[in-house]
């Protein structure tokens, strides 16, 4: 496991979101402080505010990745471009790690059960960590960063 991927981890035990740990585990890197990196990745924890949608440590990695291939330039058709084919890339290999880029499938949630969750994150606890792989996707997340853009 690399640096990042290890502060990844770290970070996501500590209590920050899994959007918030992938980004905060490479926010050095363009520039960012870690209050303003904590904030900018807040809302995906959760796969988009606990909705239970696209996976927090996905979110996480896309916006590394966009830190690193976007393009401000709204004209720059190409950029845009070879920015969405990144994007393609790293789902496709988040998807292989990890089965899905969806939370709820990678919780194992039927839809019942995600429609009952509420926005208040859980605690956590111990319990927390053993019943959810958020930790180990985190890692994952940010492994397949480490190999993309070292």
Not at 32 to 37: G, H, I, L, P, Q
Not at 96 to 124: D, F
Not at 132 to 142: D, G, T
Request: charged share 30%; with cysteine; hydrophobic share 35%.
């Amino acid at each position: 496991m690399g640096l990042r991927a290890e502060r990844a981890y770290e970070y996501f035990k500590s209590g920050y979101n899994c959007s918030q740990a992938v980004f905060l585990a490479f926010c050095d890197k363009y520039g960012f402080d870690d209050e303003t990196a904590a904030r900018l990745a807040s809302s995906f924890g959760g796969g988009m505010g606990r909705m239970r949608e696209v996976c927090g440590a996905f979110s996480g990695m896309l916006l590394v990745n966009s830190m690193d291939t976007g393009s401000a330039d709204i004209s720059d058709y190409e950029a845009k471009k070879a920015n969405y084919e990144s994007v393609q890339r790293l789902a496709k290999r988040f998807r292989e790690e990890n089965g899905s880029i969806i939370c709820r499938e990678l919780l194992g949630l039927t839809e019942k059960q995600k429609n009952e969750e509420k926005a208040a994150p859980e605690k956590r606890t111990e319990a927390y960590y053993k019943k959810r792989p958020c930790a180990e996707i985190v890692k994952s997340a940010a492994e397949i960063l480490e190999e993309t853009f070292k």
